[in-house]
Protein backbone atom coordinates (compact mmCIF):
# COMPACT_ATOMS: atom_id res chain seq x y z
CA UNK A 1 0.00 0.00 0.00
CA UNK A 2 3.16 2.17 0.15
CA UNK A 3 2.43 2.88 -3.64
CA UNK A 4 -1.34 5.20 -2.70
CA UNK A 5 0.57 8.38 -1.06
CA UNK A 6 4.14 9.19 -0.96
CA UNK A 7 4.57 10.96 2.09
CA UNK A 8 7.81 13.01 1.27
CA UNK A 9 6.16 14.73 -1.35
CA UNK A 10 3.85 16.45 0.45
CA UNK A 11 5.31 19.23 2.36
CA UNK A 12 3.06 22.24 2.30
CA UNK A 13 5.33 24.55 4.14
CA UNK A 14 5.67 22.77 7.72
CA UNK A 15 8.37 21.77 9.34
CA UNK A 16 9.93 18.54 8.95
CA UNK A 17 8.42 17.11 12.32
CA UNK A 18 5.16 16.92 10.56
CA UNK A 19 6.68 14.18 8.53
CA UNK A 20 6.75 11.96 11.05
CA UNK A 21 3.64 12.89 11.79
CA UNK A 22 2.46 12.24 8.45
CA UNK A 23 3.76 9.06 8.23
CA UNK A 24 2.26 7.96 11.50
CA UNK A 25 -0.73 9.03 10.43
CA UNK A 26 -0.80 6.75 7.45
CA UNK A 27 1.00 3.53 9.13
CA UNK A 28 -1.82 4.19 11.73
CA UNK A 29 -4.69 5.07 9.84
CA UNK A 30 -4.47 3.80 5.69
CA UNK A 31 -5.47 0.70 5.81
CA UNK A 32 -8.65 0.79 7.95
CA UNK A 33 -9.65 4.16 5.77
CA UNK A 34 -8.76 2.18 2.55
CA UNK A 35 -10.75 -0.85 3.48
CA UNK A 36 -13.81 1.51 4.60
CA UNK A 37 -13.59 3.75 1.27
CA UNK A 38 -13.59 0.64 -1.09
CA UNK A 39 -16.79 -0.86 -0.17
CA UNK A 40 -18.32 2.81 -0.17
CA UNK A 41 -16.70 3.38 -3.65
CA UNK A 42 -18.43 -0.21 -4.37
CA UNK A 43 -14.84 -1.88 -5.15
CA UNK A 44 -13.75 0.93 -7.14
CA UNK A 45 -9.98 0.68 -5.37
CA UNK A 46 -8.50 3.85 -7.36
CA UNK A 47 -11.64 6.44 -6.57
CA UNK A 48 -10.61 5.01 -2.87
CA UNK A 49 -7.18 5.59 -2.98
CA UNK A 50 -8.33 9.29 -3.79
CA UNK A 51 -10.17 9.63 -1.23
CA UNK A 52 -8.03 8.27 1.33
CA UNK A 53 -5.11 10.54 0.16
CA UNK A 54 -7.56 13.49 0.55
CA UNK A 55 -8.29 12.54 3.61
CA UNK A 56 -5.08 11.85 5.13
CA UNK A 57 -3.70 15.51 3.83
CA UNK A 58 -6.98 17.20 5.66
CA UNK A 59 -6.24 15.45 8.74
CA UNK A 60 -2.48 16.39 8.34
CA UNK A 61 -3.32 19.97 7.83
CA UNK A 62 -6.48 20.45 10.41
CA UNK A 63 -5.77 20.31 14.30
CA UNK A 64 -9.21 18.89 14.86
CA UNK A 65 -8.62 15.85 13.53
CA UNK A 66 -6.17 14.83 16.85
CA UNK A 67 -7.21 14.55 19.68
CA UNK A 68 -5.43 16.38 22.88
CA UNK A 69 -3.18 13.42 23.33
CA UNK A 70 -2.06 13.61 19.70
CA UNK A 71 -3.76 10.61 18.65
CA UNK A 72 -5.93 10.54 15.20
CA UNK A 73 -9.12 10.84 14.83
CA UNK A 74 -10.39 7.50 13.63
CA UNK A 75 -14.28 9.06 13.61
CA UNK A 76 -13.20 12.48 11.94
CA UNK A 77 -10.93 10.77 9.80
CA UNK A 78 -13.96 8.07 8.93
CA UNK A 79 -16.50 11.04 9.03
CA UNK A 80 -14.31 13.01 6.33
CA UNK A 81 -13.47 9.64 4.47
CA UNK A 82 -17.46 9.47 3.94
CA UNK A 83 -17.92 12.81 3.28
CA UNK A 84 -15.95 12.79 0.23
CA UNK A 85 -16.70 9.50 -1.24
CA UNK A 86 -20.15 10.89 -1.37
CA UNK A 87 -19.57 14.12 -2.88
CA UNK A 88 -17.39 12.27 -5.33
CA UNK A 89 -20.58 10.04 -5.77
CA UNK A 90 -21.88 13.05 -6.81
CA UNK A 91 -19.89 14.50 -8.97
CA UNK A 92 -19.73 10.99 -10.54
CA UNK A 93 -23.52 11.14 -11.27
CA UNK A 94 -23.46 15.08 -12.44
CA UNK A 95 -21.16 14.23 -15.10
CA UNK A 96 -22.93 10.89 -16.30
CA UNK A 97 -25.58 11.52 -18.55
CA UNK A 98 -28.86 11.15 -16.90
CA UNK A 99 -30.51 7.68 -17.99
CA UNK A 100 -34.18 7.68 -17.23
CA UNK A 101 -34.28 3.97 -17.49
CA UNK A 102 -31.25 3.34 -14.90
CA UNK A 103 -30.97 -0.34 -14.17
CA UNK A 104 -31.91 -0.78 -10.34
CA UNK A 105 -29.90 -4.12 -10.69
CA UNK A 106 -26.66 -2.55 -11.50
CA UNK A 107 -24.74 -2.16 -7.92
CA UNK A 108 -23.17 1.47 -9.05
CA UNK A 109 -26.60 3.24 -10.22
CA UNK A 110 -27.71 1.69 -6.53
CA UNK A 111 -24.75 3.04 -4.43
CA UNK A 112 -25.21 6.32 -6.45
CA UNK A 113 -29.25 6.68 -5.82
CA UNK A 114 -28.77 5.64 -1.96
CA UNK A 115 -26.38 8.69 -1.61
CA UNK A 116 -28.32 10.90 -3.42
CA UNK A 117 -31.40 9.68 -1.18
CA UNK A 118 -29.29 9.92 1.97
CA UNK A 119 -28.38 13.19 1.97
CA UNK A 120 -31.62 14.84 0.88
CA UNK A 121 -33.00 12.66 3.88
CA UNK A 122 -30.47 14.00 5.75
CA UNK A 123 -31.42 17.99 5.12
CA UNK A 124 -34.90 17.60 5.81
CA UNK A 125 -35.71 19.12 9.33
CA UNK A 126 -35.29 16.62 12.39
CA UNK A 127 -39.70 16.33 12.96
CA UNK A 128 -39.87 15.36 9.52
CA UNK A 129 -36.86 13.13 9.07
CA UNK A 130 -37.29 11.42 12.09
CA UNK A 131 -41.37 10.20 10.77
CA UNK A 132 -40.18 9.31 7.41
CA UNK A 133 -37.28 7.39 8.47
CA UNK A 134 -39.56 5.26 11.02
CA UNK A 135 -42.48 5.07 8.91
CA UNK A 136 -40.66 3.85 5.54
CA UNK A 137 -36.86 2.73 6.60
CA UNK A 138 -38.01 1.36 9.87
CA UNK A 139 -41.00 0.06 8.47
CA UNK A 140 -43.26 1.22 11.50
CA UNK A 141 -47.06 1.63 11.43
CA UNK A 142 -47.93 5.06 12.10
CA UNK A 143 -49.50 4.38 15.35
CA UNK A 144 -46.59 2.90 16.57
CA UNK A 145 -44.40 6.26 15.12
CA UNK A 146 -46.99 7.88 17.17
CA UNK A 147 -46.74 6.10 20.35
CA UNK A 148 -42.75 6.23 20.28
CA UNK A 149 -42.62 10.11 19.32
CA UNK A 150 -45.40 10.96 21.39
CA UNK A 151 -47.49 12.63 18.80
CA UNK A 152 -50.98 12.01 17.58
CA UNK A 153 -51.21 9.74 14.41
CA UNK A 154 -52.60 12.49 12.49
CA UNK A 155 -49.32 14.25 13.34
CA UNK A 156 -47.43 11.85 12.20
CA UNK A 157 -49.73 11.47 8.89
CA UNK A 158 -49.22 15.65 8.17
CA UNK A 159 -45.22 15.30 8.92
CA UNK A 160 -45.11 12.23 7.06
CA UNK A 161 -46.91 14.15 4.09
CA UNK A 162 -44.90 17.93 4.65
CA UNK A 163 -41.31 15.23 4.55
CA UNK A 164 -42.34 13.26 1.74
CA UNK A 165 -43.15 16.51 -0.50
CA UNK A 166 -39.58 17.92 0.61
CA UNK A 167 -37.74 14.98 0.06
CA UNK A 168 -38.90 15.31 -3.36
CA UNK A 169 -38.06 19.25 -3.97
CA UNK A 170 -34.55 18.49 -2.87
CA UNK A 171 -34.43 15.18 -4.69
CA UNK A 172 -35.32 17.53 -7.77
CA UNK A 173 -33.35 20.39 -7.17
CA UNK A 174 -30.56 18.20 -6.80
CA UNK A 175 -31.01 16.76 -10.59
CA UNK A 176 -32.43 13.42 -8.99
CA UNK A 177 -35.83 12.88 -11.08
CA UNK A 178 -35.48 8.67 -11.00
CA UNK A 179 -39.32 8.40 -10.31
Do not use: C
Given at each position: M??????????P????T??????????????PL???????????????????Q?TLL????N???????????????F???????I????T??Q?????E????D???????????V??????????????????Y???R???????????????????L???????????????F???
Open positions: TDVMDVSAVRGRPSDDGALRELYETQAALGYVVRLTNGDRHRAEDILERAWRPQARSDDGRWGQQWLTVARNLADHLRARTQPVDHADPNPVDRILDAAERVAIASLPDRWRSVLVEVLRDPGAQVAEMLGIPVGTVKSRFHALRALRQELHARGDHG
